[in-house]
C-alpha cells in the first residue's frame, strides 16, 4: 500500500474508468469499487491530471470528458504517510522536468521521472508524490537532474512537501495543511 493509485482512462465511447492499487512486483489490483458510483459510472474520459488540492498529502484527480462535466474526485484517504517533492533547476529547466528520483524509505524502493504533459490536453502539478505507507520518513532520497548532477539527501521526514534545487539540496519545506479523515472519496462534477 505503498504506492500512488494511477487511474487509466478509456477513450472511444462512455465507459467507467479503471482505477487500480499496485501491488509491487508487477501486479495490480482493480479498486474502481472503493471509489464510488460517480467514480464508476460510464464516461468518455480524455484527460486526466494529478494535483494535491488540499495540502494534504494525498492526489486529487481531475478527469475531463468528451462534450460533458469535468470531474474532481478529491482523495481523502487513508493514514498513510507521504513526501511531496518540488523542483528548482539550476543548470537543468526551472521546473526540473526530465529529474528522476530515487526513494528508500524502510524496505520500499520507488524510482519516479518529473514528466510533463502525461494525459490528452492535461498537466499535472509539477511534483512528486511519494506514498511512504506506515514510515514516517525517507531514509535516502537521490535526484538525478536533466543536467546530469546528482544530489544525495538522507533522513526527510514525510508528511510535507520539500523544495530541492540543484545543486543546493532542500531549500524549504512545508508540512501539510490539514488531516486526512479516512478513505472515502467523494466526487464533485463541474459544467
Not at 55 to 66: F, M, Q, R
Request: aromatic share 6%; charged share 25%.
Amino acid at each position: 500500500e505503498n504506492e500512488i493509485e494511477r487511474v487509466q482512462k478509456r477513450v472511444a465511447y462512455a465507459e467507467p474508468p479503471h482505477l487500480f492499487r499496485n501491488l509491487g512486483g508487477g501486479k495490480f489490483r482493480e479498486v474502481i469499487q472503493q471509489m464510488g458510483a460517480a467514480f464508476a459510472s460510464p464516461k468518455v474520459a480524455r484527460g486526466t491530471a494529478y494535483a494535491d488540492i488540499d495540502n494534504d498529502g494525498a492526489l486529487d484527480i481531475l478527469l475531463t470528458t468528451n462534450g460533458g462535466r469535468v470531474w474532481l474526485f478529491h482523495n481523502e484517504g487513508g493514514t498513510n504517510h507521504s513526501l511531496r517533492v518540488k523542483f528548482v533547476g539550476t543548470k537543468s529547466n526551472r521546473d526540473g522536468i526530465g529529474a528522476v528520483v530515487r526513494v528508500n524509505s524502510g524496505n520500499d524502493k520507488q524510482s519516479q521521472m518529473l514528466r510533463s504533459g502525461s494525459s490528452y490536453l492535461s498537466q499535472s502539478e509539477l511534483m512528486l508524490t511519494f506514498g511512504l505507507g506506515s514510515q514516517t520518513k525517507v531514509d535516502t532520497l537521490e535526484v538525478q537532474w536533466p543536467s546530469g548532477q546528482v544530489d544525495k539527501l538522507s533522513n526527510i521526514p514525510g508528511d510535507q512537501t520539500v523544495t530541492i534545487k540543484e545543486g543546493k539540496g532542500v531549500i524549504a519545506s512545508k508540512p501539510y495543511g490539514k488531516p486526512r479523515t479516512g478513505n472515502v472519496r467523494r466526487a464533485t462534477a463541474v459544467r
